[in-house]
């Protein structure tokens, strides 16, 4: 591997992990709803997933995202 080329982040910033956490919940509640056979409920984790997305969305565009003003990678 050429170590000149930079480390793109690959979405390792809070947004993008408080976006993907909100997200998993989601899809593990829908899953639970749809085997309970609640179709609010399955209704209700996609609407959860769509706020995850816009909860990753702000904070990328708030500077939480890679590359952000407020993003300080861990050194390694």
Known sequence: M??????PGHGHSPA???AVIIML?????GTVMLFLGQPY???AAAGVLVVGLIV????????????GPRYQPKGH
Do not use: M
């Not at 050429?2 to 480390?7: R, V």
């Open 56 to 67: 990753g969305w702000i904070l990328k565009k708030a500077g939480f995202g890679v590359n």
């Open 2 to 7: 050429n170590p000149d080329i930079s480390d």
């Open 16 to 18: 993008a992990w408080t």
């Open 25 to 29: 919940i989601a899809f593990a509640l």
């Open 41 to 43: 409920g399955v209704v």
